[in-house]
Nanobody, 126 residues
Framework: QVQLVESGGGLVQAGGSLKISCAAS????????VAWFRQAPGKEREFVAA????????YYGDSVKGRFTISSDNAKDPVYLQMNSLKLEDTAVYYC???????????????????WGQGTQVTVSS
């Protein structure tokens, strides 16, 4: 397991952009698959985006496809989530997750990740 720290959340107007990051505290994300999930009040946790262990594959949830981009520098930390054209419904706590043995077909599955951050709040206002 690795300790994860998210940062960069905040308040942004609808249509705006925000970039959040996930870093390993006291270690590195190199070799880990990393994903972002989010959870809004009263809703289930939702897959947002993931990048594979080698950094060669990225996957996105349908609700953010075309607006959000997950990236990392040379498949190591930090891992970023660039969020553009934000909507009110993007308001949630965003969690970073990492897993050392996540296969491609499981990148969207929260159970595949064994390290989770504390979350960072993203609030989109009208």
């Amino acid at each position: 397991q690795v300790q994860l720290v998210e940062s960069g959340g905040g308040l942004v107007q609808a249509g705006g952009s925000l970039k959040i990051s996930c870093a390993a505290s006291g270690g590195s994300l190199r070799g880990y698959a990393v994903a972002w999930f989010r959870q809004a009040p009263g809703k289930e946790r939702e897959f947002v985006a993931a990048v594979s262990r080698t950094g060669g594959f990225t996957y996105y949830g349908d609700s953010v496809k075309g607006r959000f981009t997950i990236s990392s520098d040379n498949a190591k930390d930090p891992v970023y989530l660039q969020m553009n054209s934000l909507k009110l419904e993007d308001t949630a706590v965003y969690y970073c997750a990492a897993g050392s043995g996540v296969i491609t077909s499981s990148l969207r599955n929260p159970a595949a990740y064994n390290s989770w951050g504390q979350g960072t709040q993203v609030t989109v206002s009208s």
